[in-house]
């Protein structure tokens, strides 16, 4: 997909060239600032903390922090750019492609495409995980079973007609923030020895590598700020504004349930107030469900973009969320062993990689001086995070 031209000028920003705005400068803000939240705070805020907090121990907070950091950097780079060059509403895979051509576009959807299976994968292992736990029954000869069942599920939904209703999406965020602080209070739940948070004998860095692939996770959403707004939507200078609030407020929501999830780490085993351990585990496992259902359909539209097929009517094609079920279904099998959860997550952190890397650099060519500079930082800290990974999990 091709960059869009700019009215006006040649050279000149876009928003400069744009009908006259009747929107004050914090309105733009705001908006991008509430679009970036929603696209970062979803099923992360109630998979990831407690597979970090295992893997990375007393490292939580600072990789958690780091996290923010990368994200927000990425998300202004991106943002500014989108903006400076028109590139908006787009995805990340068409900006990323009107600068490093059309492979570069679908390879972004393609990752992205296979990530978003992965995640559904992980996603309903730690629903049955959180289940298991708050009441524990025996998994019986093939554990897998269980969240089969909850992928088949979402996907009987996700082919459906049936559309969520946008107040439900609007709340979805707050009941899955006030579930996960929950369980912060509680305590997460525990799967015991060999279980789906951490792969049997992976300590030290192979750990820590681990626990920042399933940041990258929880992170995915970033990228979205290229959707905030239209062609002469908020100029560069507030969508990077709004990118900073956004990185502020995402900060605030994940340290803050790290530091709760310290007090009572995995103690979520339903031996303390069995009835409300219970409680919280049904109303995760239905809140992610939720999240299964539109994903499955992200992924769908995401997968006729690659295929240039365009979706029809009101949602994507049965066949392809019928498809990206499959896969997800065969990646929950295959993701049947100890570790299953953030093993899994390394598909959604290997197409956040890719996307972020090819975005940084885009914004880097195109940009000014920072741009150029911390968009190579970006990259540079990609490519070894990457290569230093590598070597650390090639046992797990």
Do not use: K
């Not at 696209?39 to 600072?62: E, F, I, K, M, Q």
């Not at 602080?181 to 997460?188: C, K, N, T």
């Not at 709004?242 to 929501?253: K, N």
Request: proline share 7%; aromatic share 4%; hydrophobic share 55%.
């Amino acid at each position: 997909m091709g960059a869009r031209r700019a009215v006006g000028a040649p050279g000149a920003p876009p928003h400069e060239s744009a009908p006259a705005r009747t929107r004050a400068s914090g309105d733009d803000v705001r908006t991008v600032a509430r679009h970036v939240v929603g696209g970062v705070l979803g099923a992360g805020v109630l998979v990831v903390p407690p597979v970090v907090a295992t893997l990375a121990g007393g490292a939580d907070l600072l990789l958690w922090a780091g996290h923010v950091l990368l994200g927000g950097t990425v998300g202004v780079l991106l943002g500014v750019h989108a903006a400076r060059t028109g590139r908006r509403p787009l995805p990340v895979s068409a900006v990323v492609g009107a600068t490093w051509g059309e492979g570069a576009r679908r390879c972004v959807d393609v990752t992205y495409a296979v990530a978003f299976a992965a995640g559904q994968a992980a996603i309903v292992w730690f629903a049955v995980v959180g289940v298991r736990a708050a009441v524990p029954v025996s998994s019986g000869p093939f554990p897998a079973v269980a969240p089969l069942a909850l992928l088949a599920a979402a996907a009987a939904v996700a082919a459906s007609p049936v559309r969520v209703p946008p107040v439900l999406l609007r709340v979805r965020p707050w009941v899955a923030g006030a579930l996960a602080a929950a369980w912060g209070a509680i305590g997460w739940p525990d799967p015991g020895a060999g279980g789906a948070f951490a792969p049997d004998g992976v300590t030290g860095a192979g750990a820590l590598w681990l626990a920042g692939a399933a940041l990258l996770f929880a992170g995915i959403g970033w990228e979205g700020v290229t959707r905030a707004g239209g062609p002469a939507g908020p100029p560069a200078r507030d969508t990077a504004r709004g990118v900073v609030v956004a990185a502020v407020a995402v900060g605030a929501v994940y340290l803050a349930l790290a530091a709760v999830g310290r007090t009572r780490p995995l103690a979520g085993t339903g031996a303390d107030l069995p009835s409300v351990h219970a409680a919280v585990a049904a109303a995760s496992a239905l809140v992610l469900t939720s999240y299964v259902v539109t994903n499955l359909r992200t992924a769908a539209s995401i997968a006729a973009r690659v295929r240039a097929v365009p979706a029809a009517g009101r949602g994507p094609a049965r066949g392809l969320v019928v498809a990206v079920a499959a896969l997800s279904g065969v990646l929950v099998v295959l993701g049947d062993r100890d570790g299953a959860v953030p093993l899994l997550l390394l598909g959604p952190a290997a197409a956040a990689t890719v996307a972020y890397a090819l975005a940084a650099a885009a914004a880097a060519r195109d940009g000014g001086r920072a741009a150029r500079w911390a968009g190579g930082a970006v990259v540079v800290l990609l490519v070894t995070a990457t290569a230093c990974a590598a070597p650390a999990l090639r046992a797990v």
